[in-house]
């Protein structure tokens, strides 16, 4: 896995998200109730920009159809039996990370 530093990261004491770019990757950063998360920046029901939603109850919210998926394990809401990509985030001394996982890091761990 490679780590990714984001600059400009928002305090988290207030909610955000913010669509940001790691390992070519579209992703989202999410400060919510003072911890960081980091999901696709795609939907996976029909490829909306989740950055232009919102977060409620430590789900991020599709701004197209309202789907919900939880910030930590990527589990789409009830009846949905979708996820969507969800990444680790690491803080540092130095600043925020996001951990990117290649192919090649999937197929060693079985894709889990
Ligand atoms: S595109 Fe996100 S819920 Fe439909």
């Known amino acids: 896995m490679k780590w990714y530093k984001i600059e400009d990261v928002p305090a988290a004491d207030q909610p955000f998200i913010k669509k940001v770019k790691a390992g070519g990757k579209s992703i989202c950063l999410v400060g919510f109730e003072e911890k960081l998360y980091a999901t696709s920046a795609k939907c996976p029901h029909a490829g909306a920009d989740m950055s232009e939603g919102l977060c409620v109850r430590k789900m ?29 985030v690491d803080v540092r001394e130095e600043g925020v990370f996001v951990g990117v996982a290649s192919f090649w890091d999937k197929m060693r761990g079985g894709f889990k």
């Open 60 to 88: 991020i919210v599709c701004p197209y159809h309202r789907y919900t998926y939880d910030l930590e394990t990527g589990k789409g809401g009830e009846g949905q039996n979708d996820f969507i990509e969800t990444y680790p």
